[in-house]
């Protein structure tokens, strides 16, 4: 599920008050008892330890820290030979549309840019694929980045083509904390 729109393509996050930039990293969180301490009563939508084997998740954290801003779920479709969006959300305090507030900018770029880098490593060419939240989130989508309707059981299924993903992962600049492969 995607809950977010890309509200700025920015190189590093943006303090939202300040407008300073932030470097960022990259880290693969595999342990599902530091994956369930991010969960629905604590502002993460859902208990992100729960997910099933083959799911991978990666957290946007800022530079030598682990302060998370982000989380998103992805799994490789190699019969679609795209990489699938399974879950992405924003921090609670980067999470405008639900509590009002929003401490950095460009957090759901990174998280895009994160899932797009991972399907050109799988050899999808970058395409990437899930569920938007609701129907305005779709077609923002849709409309920002050519994104496409997907004729699956969700309504709000969407593709996003590698041409596309690229502009957004050219935007941003991160390092990965630890080997992706």
Not at 10 to 27: P, Q, R, V, Y
Not at 152 to 166: A, L, N, Q, V, Y
Request: net charge negative; proline share 3%.
């Amino acid at each position: 599920m995607i809950t977010f729109i890309i509200d700025e393509l920015t190189e590093c996050l943006k303090d939202s008050i300040t407008g300073e930039n932030l470097e960022t990293e990259a880290i693969e969180l595999k342990r599902k008892t530091l994956l369930s301490r991010f969960n629905s009563q604590n502002g993460w939508y859902i208990n992100w330890g729960g997910f099933p084997h083959g799911v991978r998740v990666f957290a946007l954290v800022l530079k030598g820290t682990f302060d998370i801003q982000g989380l998103i779920a992805i799994e490789p479709d190699y019969e679609a030979r795209a990489v699938h969006i399974v879950w992405a959300c924003t921090a609670p305090q980067n999470n405008k549309w639900r509590y009002g507030i929003q401490k950095y900018i460009g957090v759901g770029g990174h998280l895009f840019a994160i899932a797009a880098e991972l399907s050109e490593k799988y050899g999808f060419d970058g395409y990437l694929y899930g569920e938007a939240m609701d129907e305005d989130i779709m077609h923002y989508y849709m409309n920002q980045f050519g994104a496409f309707a997907l004729p699956r059981e969700h309504p709000f299924s969407i593709c996003f083509p590698g041409e596309e993903t690229k502009k957004i992962r050219e935007a941003y600049d991160y390092v990965w904390t630890e080997d992706i492969s």
